[in-house]
């Protein structure tokens, strides 16, 4: 394998201006496939979820899977699309193992929904990225090439295949180019990816599981040398599987293509793919020499057209927009654009909303996703919400402190206890004895004792100099084994000296 | 016997489904080594059924009026239990695991699946000489082709080797061949009859269809297999058209007939000519109101046909490439699966069927597409209009069933463009998708072999074929004295039930 000349992204940028485009597919999941019965679960044992139709075996004909369409006009209906009143299904013919009747059943120029639009927040500012076609096509099944050193179909011993996926929902989600991003491109693209992930998901029509493959995004990258004010000739990354993934795979097309173009050469139009492991991308079959798929329309089905009155009742039925909670959680919790950006980065949005929910104040549930527990997940190398702790424990630890019956020291501790495994905060704070001491005449025993060993902080608080109490709230708490209420104790301690 | 006396027979006692399997049984064993209207000979389960339907007989379960009765079946039919090869060695030794819908149908009504029927290879062709397993000969002239490419369906039939045949009508498939075997053979219209479990040739023409001896026998079958099948996506969701009290009634006083002007003249046989005039002049006896219509884009139906067919075709058959089922040829271990699927399809498909797929390759091609299939179907919809206006002013069409009687074996086997002649009348039928009949209309002077009338109606009005067949067959039965078939010579007189 040759290795690409590189030239560093930021050099790069002052000559080009890059423009990309994403091709994201969306498995939907619907129960049952896109024209046939068969059931949908991933993971089942190969070729035990197939029959007649969507193993293309000869005289099967496929019918269309309804709920496929409602799901991909409620995509369609949730990127401002404009939604088609009468559409068609189209054969794309070519020849493949893994694909059943060697032709795909897809949509060529008549998609079920066209023309939209998504918001995508990009460092504290929203991009509005433009939704060429939403349609909708069926799976193919699953590869697998052994022998061989690269995991392809060249050079393997052999292959097998499992048309359990083949016939699954497949929703193709493309956008317009999008162009003017400059540095920000690579950022851009998984953001994109990212909030689209999220609408997705709320839409509740696709568990949009990268690693599963139910959402997988191929990246075009062009480049454009500055005040040309022409476009260059695009690659398409695929393989691209993993938000991280698409982020690299823009930067790595654009370092390469400029050095390309830098030595004078031109960039081939072909399909790339990304390797995780080293970040790059390699050639993959030429565009040029591309196969003919010869669509036409599915003769075995009849058109789509959905009813206005149906795609209203959708409409009127889709759930809030990612973005549009944002903003309106945004404003109850009286945030800036950057708070809620750190919120999102850090995948607390949601556990800071359910914590909320579960009686939390905003901010004390901001204070503890992001502080402590944040710092929890980081030492034990975790996502924020894989930590064993739920927004309701963390809403009752927080309403423990509220009302003065632990502190913040002890609160961590509980969050310790919850962490490992020692039960509910309650069950953790009676198993660990863990009480504010609120006992007046241990506390004021405690503070005469601080006073007597501090004369000369206790002479300047006197004074008037109130920052100087601070040693002495330290050494009433010490005495107490930290379980009494700091703020309290500071009060006792002006009272008794003023 | 007809179906319709056998019927009868079976419903009074007279006869045991058993000893009218038999006695068919026995009719294929004694005269299809020389007509070769079977590619298999269901005996074993045959009989079965046979006694199945005997014991329900007895015990008083309610039986259609085709308990008991046998049905040849095309071999495009998917039957579990039996071979399913279409006339091709691609498919040869493949055994569906699914019935056809009209399989289904077929067995719920008690009728006798005795056999699968010889076939031009996948459908393709007007002689049966395009079967890989060698051509049926017609009962009248053993030297003579049966038609086809439902050939082996209609030979069987006229052999009195089944009483009744399903066939597929995708350019004529079911008339032609009906036509110049002498008996009667209907393409219902298109939507009628499921396709689901029929290896596609054309899906937007195939239409499954009866074949019998008379036309209330074929009404009968049509009746048993006719409905709304949820599998197949194209089918219509209307009542059936009441073909058999149509075919009772066989009035066709006051009914208005047009003779189509473009579907005679250069190119028939004067014998055939002379025949179709006879039946126009005798249905005008009989008080239908004959009057002359012109269908101007009747001319351009054959190119069309030849681009559409041969453009679905070639991505129909895609699926036939050794990975999951049939033929696999080359796979030696030294060859990777694009080679095998090559060499698998250049051993499997015959010359008409290659010709087929690289002319429908061609025509769907990036940069042929809007001047061949999109010019084809823009002439389709020319042929709708046209039989649109024609059916405003009549009843039904007619027209001779076919431009010349039965051809001699390999007469017309390297002339391509000759053999798609045989199906000059019947197309048109077949891109508007309305209904279609052919009846026979007595035997061309000069060669003494049947020539076929056929009557056209508009979508759904089936019934109208079967009344005006009917009136047409009950006259000449009168003024020949006997039925047609009777003075077939190419076989032994039959013997026993048949």
């Given at each position: 394998m040759t290795t690409d000349t590189l030239v560093p992204f930021a050099e790069a940028l002052e000559r080009y201006e890059p423009v990309i485009g994403l091709e994201t597919h969306v498995e939907l999941g619907t129960r049952t496939k896109m024209f046939c019965g068969c059931t949908t679960t991933f993971g089942a044992e190969p070729n035990s979820q197939v029959c007649p139709v969507c193993l293309g075996l000869p005289g099967s004909l496929p019918v269309v899977n309804g709920t496929a369409i409602e799901y991909t006009i409620r995509i369609g209906l949730a990127l401002n699309c404009t939604i088609a009143t009468w559409c068609r299904f189209a054969r794309k013919n070519y020849f493949y193992p893994d694909m059943p009747k060697n032709f795909q059943i897809s949509q060529y120029d008549e998609p079920l929904c066209i023309d939209g639009w998504l918001d995508v927040p990009v460092g504290g500012q929203l991009v509005r990225v433009g939704i060429e076609r939403v349609h909708l096509e069926e799976d193919t099944g699953k590869s697998l090439h052994v022998g061989g050193v690269t995991g392809r179909i060249h050079g393997a011993e052999y292959s097998l295949v499992d048309y359990n996926r083949a016939g699954i929902p497949l929703v193709e989600i493309v956008t317009k180019p999008i162009a003017g991003t400059g540095a920000a491109a690579p950022d851009v693209a998984r953001a994109y990816v990212t909030e689209l992930r999220g609408l997705v998901r709320a839409l509740g029509v696709s568990d949009v599981r990268m690693e599963e493959g139910s959402l997988r995004s191929d990246v075009n990258t062009s480049l454009s040398p500055r005040g040309s004010g022409r476009w260059g000739t695009r690659t398409e990354t695929k393989n691209v599987n993993s938000l991280r993934s698409v982020e690299r795979a823009v930067r790595f097309e654009i370092e390469r293509q400029a050095a390309v173009l830098d030595a004078g050469g031109r960039v081939i139009q072909e399909t790339r793919h990304f390797h995780e492991d080293s970040g790059t991308t390699t050639s993959g079959r030429s565009k040029e020499e591309a196969q003919d798929y010869r669509y036409f329309p599915e003769p075995d089905l009849v058109p789509v057209a959905p009813p206005a009155d149906w795609v209203a009742q959708i409409r009127a039925a889709l759930p809030e927009a990612p973005s549009a909670r944002r903003a309106r959680l945004q404003a109850e919790w009286d945030l800036s654009a950057l708070d809620m950006a750190a919120l999102s980065n850090a995948g607390a949005l949601d556990l800071v909303a359910e914590t909320v929910a579960a009686g939390a104040s905003p901010a004390d549930a901001r204070k503890w996703w992001l502080g402590e527990l944040a710092r929890q997940a980081n030492e034990m190398g975790l996502e924020l919400k894989d930590l064993s702790i739920t927004p309701a424990q963390v809403a009752r630890i927080a309403e423990l402190v509220a009302s003065g019956a632990l502190n913040d020291h002890l609160a961590r501790e509980v969050i310790e206890g919850v962490l490992a495994g020692e039960g509910d905060p309650d069950q953790v704070v009676a198993a660990r004895g863990l009480v504010v001491v609120s006992d007046e005449g241990a506390l004021n025993a405690a503070i005469d004792d601080a006073i007597a060993a501090n004369p000369e902080a206790a002479a300047k608080v006197r004074e008037g100099k109130v920052a100087a109490v601070g040693p002495l709230i330290g050494a009433v708490m010490k005495a107490t084994g930290n379980q009494a209420d700091a703020a309290r104790v500071r009060q006792l301690i002006l009272d008794r000296l003023s | 016997m007809t179906a319709a006396e056998l019927s009868a027979a079976l419903a009074g006692g007279e006869v045991s489904a058993t000893e009218v399997t038999r006695a068919h049984l026995d009719r294929i064993g004694a005269v299809d080594d020389r007509?070769?209207?079977?590619?298999?000979?269901?005996a074993d389960s045959a009989m079965a059924q046979a006694a199945d339907v005997d014991r329900r007989r007895a015990r008083g379960e309610p039986l259609g009026p085709l308990g008991g009765v046998p049905v040849a079946v095309k071999d495009v039919f998917t039957t579990i239990g039996m071979p399913t090869t279409c006339g091709s060695r691609i498919l040869e030794g493949w055994h569906p695991p699914y019935d056809a819908t009209i399989t289904r149908r077929l067995k719920q009504a008690g009728a006798i699946i005795i056999g699968k029927t010889n076939m031009d290879e996948f459908a393709m062709g007007s002689s049966t000489e395009n079967s890989a397993f060698g051509p049926s000969r017609n009962p009248w002239d053993l030297d003579k082709v049966p038609g086809g490419s439902s050939g082996g369906s209609a030979a069987a039939v006229a052999a009195y080797e089944a009483p009744l045949a399903i066939g597929t009508d995708t350019g004529g498939s079911i008339r032609q061949p009906a036509a110049v075997c002498g008996i009667v053979g209907t393409k219902p219209t298109y939507g009628g009859n499921s396709r689901y479990g029929v290896v596609a040739f054309a899906s937007s023409l195939d239409t499954p269809g009866p074949l019998g001896r008379t036309v209330l026998d074929a009404a009968l079958l049509h009746e048993a297999i006719s409905g709304h099948d949820p599998c197949d996506s194209t089918s219509i969701d209307a009542p059936v058209p009441p073909v058999v009290a149509a075919a009772r009634e066989a009035d066709v006083s006051g009914m208005r007939i047009g003779v189509v002007t473009?579907?005679?003249?250069?190119?028939?046989q004067p014998g055939v000519l002379s025949r179709f005039a006879e039946a126009v002049e005798l249905l005008e006896s009989l008080g239908a109101k004959v009057t002359e219509v012109s269908c101007p884009h009747f001319r351009y139906a054959l190119p069309a046909y030849y681009l559409i067919a041969p453009s679905e075709c070639s991505s129909n058959l895609a699926r036939f490439d050794a990975m999951r089922y049939g033929l696999r040829t080359g796979d030696d271990g030294t060859r990777d699966a694009e080679e095998v699927m090559a060499l698998t399809r250049e051993a499997g498909f015959g010359a008409e069927v290659k010709r087929r797929i690289i002319l429908g390759t061609y025509a769907l091609s990036s940069g042929y597409y809007d001047a061949y299939y999109g010019k084809a179907q823009q002439v389709r919809t020319l042929i709708i209009r046209d039989f649109d206006a024609a059916f405003g002013q009549v009843d039904v069409l007619v027209s001779p069933s076919t431009p010349t009687t039965a051809f001699g074996i390999g007469e017309r086997a390297d002339d391509p463009m000759a053999m798609y002649l045989a199906d000059l009348c019947t197309i048109p039928s077949d891109l508007a998708g309305n209904a279609a009949i052919s009846v026979p209309c007595g035997l061309a002077p000069e060669n003494g072999l049947p020539a076929g009338l056929q009557v056209m109606a508009p979508v759904l009005a089936d019934d109208r074929l079967y009344r005006v067949a009917a009136a047409a067959e009950a006259a000449f039965t009168g003024r020949w004295g006997h039925p047609l078939l009777s003075e077939a010579k190419g076989l032994p007189e039959k013997g026993g039930t048949a």
């Open positions: - | 007509v070769h209207a079977f590619l298999h000979v269901a473009e579907l005679s003249g250069e190119g028939y």
